[in-house]
């Protein structure tokens, strides 16, 4: 069972992100002054200035931030104050390079950049902690120090580890988890191309071979001993903090990336998570973007992982400008009302404070082109004055905030799943393609859901307050996550299976049994063939009552058990006929196995055949272009219509509803203007 979350907003707050280290200090009260008549209360700051307090190795001075401070407090402005780390001083990383990080190659990630140091390094652990004391000891008591960020973005950039330090702390990790050579052996399948093992000291990270691929079982192993050194690191800092600071200061960090469990390191480390959203990265990093993709709104789906980490989380990083590093990435300036549109999605989906990265866009370094509320100049423009009126919207949201979001259904995840499908390319193209599938169709279907992430003490409970759980593809399978799932479908619960279901075991390996393996009980059924879609065939489809559904890149071929339903039937090749898709009674609850990855058209058609699809039907008729969110709190709804498009949309209100943001009664048909945003409360 995870535990509740430990710190929460009482009021829904706006923030922006602020570098006193890169501006002339005469700027600091006029920058201060200005952020508060843009309603802006709380700033972050510090997370990049190691040097600012030990320019040189082991000599602490705080005068800097000190005189910054004192200012925050006369101004009345609350702060976020951060652990440097994720910056190492040139003097550090030059006199000790066994704290820098390293490519598979063994070239060592130098002074310059950001991120360049490994989290193994007893040298860089100790530095690390003894700046994070220094730290707490100094302003852990200081009355404008509301929470502290450890670090920033902890795997961003780079999220793979081959130093020195970490090939041996690997070494240790495995022999923790193994304990014996013969274990280790089994478990990473070493009979095969004889990688067996016979003394310790030959296990390392995963290194340069002839053929570039890795053993999958080690690297499987190797990405959660990266999980785990992400989360000891992040942990220690935590701890020192703890013992210093006031009570009531909360700390958080600010992902969200891959390879660390987010939810343990949340747990074990964290009062609140928080999130940096960019919506625009859409454009930046494909310079072409499809009108009618998602692009902008895709941001959704990462804040409905970030939901199911922390469900009233922090967004420390809120995109205000067109984005840009000198080196890479373009991207226009948001639209009039886009910014807008973007901060309510954040609160849509959860968060209680939003903070715009950044005050006044850098006048140097890599980041020129990551434009902040402010331009070079410095003069009053049209992105702040968009930002004061957020902190208006802001004040009338107020009873939004602590609401909780509601959804229809759930999609299971996990993290044995997620990193095998990085690793095992077969496993990646059905994962992504059924994810985005769910995402799309949930999104035009105004069908919102959460996703649950499966831990290693996850309890039914926690399952069973969704009708539906979708599992695409558990792959990995193992005895007691078939028993959760059992428990699940025995109290009632609905559960939808994809293609390539439990035919691996923990290490990753593939197991001696019929498909779907561990899970043949509650699905009643055996998977006879399977094949990827031909690229020389039409493309595949199943046809359920006649309709046909695209049944995208990997099809299973199912022999349905006695008391299994067949729904659908593969329509294409030589299974042409067999069952595509069946439903199965377990308890008091049902299984569905879907043969295929999902297609959009498969998940519409399975939401609305399990009665999940448009919750919101008899309150709104909204176009597919518009995102509806709930949330809800004391028995209040509060719902978000948030349009993506540059033109007007639409809405057929079928009931009376109260606008939060212009305080009247709305029925009827209203147009919502491009790029523009509702709540309503439904009443
Ligand atoms: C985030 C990071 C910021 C800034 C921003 C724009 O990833 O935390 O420091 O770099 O992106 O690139």
């Not at 850098?362 to 902190?391: A, P, Q």
């Not at 409970?461 to 193992?478: G, Q, R, S």
């Amino acid at each position: 069972m995870r535990q509740a979350q430990k710190h929460r907003w009482s009021a829904l707050t706006m923030g922006t992100c602020y570098y006193p280290e890169q501006w002339e200090e005469g700027l600091w009260q006029s920058d201060l002054v200005r952020m508060k008549q843009a309603g802006v209360t709380v700033i972050r700051v510090a997370e990049f200035a190691w040097s600012k307090f030990e320019a040189e190795e082991g000599v602490f001075t705080f005068d800097f931030f000190d005189r910054f401070l004192a200012l925050c407090v006369q101004e009345g402005m609350q702060v976020i104050f951060s652990t440097p780390t994720a910056t190492p001083p040139a003097w550090l990383t030059e006199k000790y390079p066994e704290t820098l990080n390293a490519t598979r190659e063994g070239t060592l990630y130098r002074h310059g950049g950001r991120r360049h140091y490994n989290y193994n390094s007893p040298v860089y652990r100790r530095f690390c902690a003894r700046v994070t004391e220094q730290l707490a000891l100094h302003y852990g008591q200081h009355p404008a120090i509301i929470g502290w960020q450890i670090d920033n973005e902890l795997n961003c950039e780079v999220n793979e580890f081959y130093s020195e330090a970490d090939d041996i702390a690997f070494r240790a990790w495995v022999r923790d988890r193994h304990h014996t050579l013969d274990a280790l052996n089994q478990a990473w399948g070493t009979a095969f191309w004889n990688q067996t093992y016979t003394d310790w000291e030959q296990v390392h990270v995963p290194r340069p071979n002839a053929i570039n691929a890795v053993n999958p079982h080690l690297h499987l192993d190797y990405l959660r001993f990266v999980s785990d050194s992400t989360i000891r690191f992040c942990a220690m800092q935590a701890e020192i903090l703890r013992r210093h600071i006031r009570p009531g200061c909360f700390i958080t960090t600010n992902g969200m990336f891959g390879n660390v469990d987010n939810h343990r390191m949340t747990d074990e480390a964290l009062d609140v998570y928080s999130y940096d959203s960019y919506p625009n990265f859409a454009f930046a990093l494909n310079r072409t973007v499809d009108p009618d993709a998602l692009n902008d709104r895709a941001w959704s789906k990462h804040l409905t992982s970030v939901r199911a980490i922390c469900p009233h989380f922090m967004i420390m990083e809120q995109q205000s400008g067109g984005n840009g590093w000198s080196n890479r990435m373009e991207a226009p300036a948001p639209r009039p009302g886009q910014l807008t549109l973007w901060a309510m999605q954040s609160i849509a989906h959860g968060a209680d404070y939003l903070s715009f990265f950044r005050w006044r866009t850098s006048i140097m370094g890599t980041e020129i082109y990551w434009h902040g509320i402010l331009d070079y100049d410095n003069r009053d423009n049209r992105r702040l004055r968009e930002v004061k009126r957020v902190g208006d919207m802001i004040r009338r949201l107020q009873p939004v905030c602590g609401a909780a979001h509601r959804a229809s259904f759930g999609v299971l995840r996990d993290y044995d799943n997620e990193w095998d499908a990085q690793i095992d390319v077969w496993h990646g193209r059905v994962q992504e393609q059924s994810i985005w599938a769910i995402f799309e169709a949930a999104q035009h279907t105004h069908t919102p859901y959460d996703e649950v992430w499966l831990g290693r003490d996850t309890e039914a409970d926690e399952l069973a307050k969704y009708p539906v759980l979708f599992y695409p593809h558990a792959v990995i399978m193992t005895e007691v996550r078939a028993r959760l799932l059992e428990a699940y479908v025995r109290q009632g619960g609905t559960l939808v299976l994809g293609c390539r279901t439990a035919y691996k075991d923990e290490t990753g390996k593939c197991v001696m049994q019929p498909q779907p393996g561990l899970l043949r009980t509650l699905t009643g059924t055996d998977v006879t063939e399977f094949t990827f879609a031909s690229p020389a065939e039409e493309a595949p489809y199943a046809l359920w009552d006649g309709e046909r559904i695209d049944t995208p890149v990997f099809l299973d071929i199912l022999n349905p058990g006695e008391d299994t339903k067949v729904l659908a039937r593969h329509g294409t090749s030589y299974f042409m006929g067999e069952a595509a898709l069946t439903e199965h009674a377990f308890g008091a609850g049902r299984v569905l196995h879907w043969g295929a990855a999902l297609s959009v058209a498969a998940v519409r058609r399975l939401l609305a055949y399990l009665g999940a699809a448009e919750p919101f039907r008899e309150v709104i008729d909204a176009p597919e272009t518009v995102e509806l969110v709930l949330r809800e709190k004391e028995g209040r709804q509060y719902l978000f219509v948030l349009n993506y498009k540059p033109q007007e949309a639409v809405l057929r209100l079928r009931r009376a509803v109260k606008s939060l943001l212009h305080s009247g009664v709305c029925e009827g048909e209203i147009a919502l203007q491009a790029y523009g945003v509702e709540v309503f409360e439904v009443i």
